[in-house]
């Protein structure tokens, strides 16, 4: 397993054994000892599954405190652009944004800790994406940042309006935003 940092701390590329044959392919998506050397939580609480059609962006979502998650992030099915902004306020690397494609094909995770909005862009026809979490899913702390904030200036790989669900058009800026202090 190949672990790659990013330029927003605590943010990790995951690039799981793969071991193919005539058959097809094996890999470990989650080993609770080997994933905690690289500082990942022993502990996840839900498992997630989204099936979406191509120009569908889900995002940016988070839960604050004192729900806020940690996200293990794969792509089954499809591929996507997959973003996670740094919204802890107190960070050197606030309102920056780490992105990258992940695929059935190449088969990485992205590691996304607390104090990060997350969301994907699908770019094939469809995509099956699998998240890890650390804390269940909280309505009452769950939170949207809008995903074209000028502020944060995501370079989404998309020439026309993304399809968007009414919660992330209606998200409000980073400066308006509930952010982690």
Known sequence: MKVTETNLSGVLMIEPDVYEDSRGYFL????????????????????????????????????????????????????????????????????????????????????????FAHGFLVLSESAVFLYKVTEYYSPVYERCIRWDDPHIGIRWPIDATPVLSPKDLAGPSLAHAGVFE
């Open 28 to 115: 470990e998506t989650w080993n609770s000892a080997r994933y905690k050397e690289y500082g990942l939580p022993d502990k996840f609480v839900q498992d997630n599954l989204s099936f979406s059609r191509r120009g569908v962006l889900r995002g940016l979502h988070y839960q604050l405190p004192p729900k806020a998650q940690g996200k293990l992030v794969s792509v089954a099915v499809g591929e996507v652009f997959d973003v996670a902004v740094d919204i802890r306020r107190n960070s050197s690397t606030f309102g920056k944004w780490f992105g990258t494609v992940l695929s059935a094909e190449n088969k990485k995770q992205l590691w996304i800790p607390e104090g």
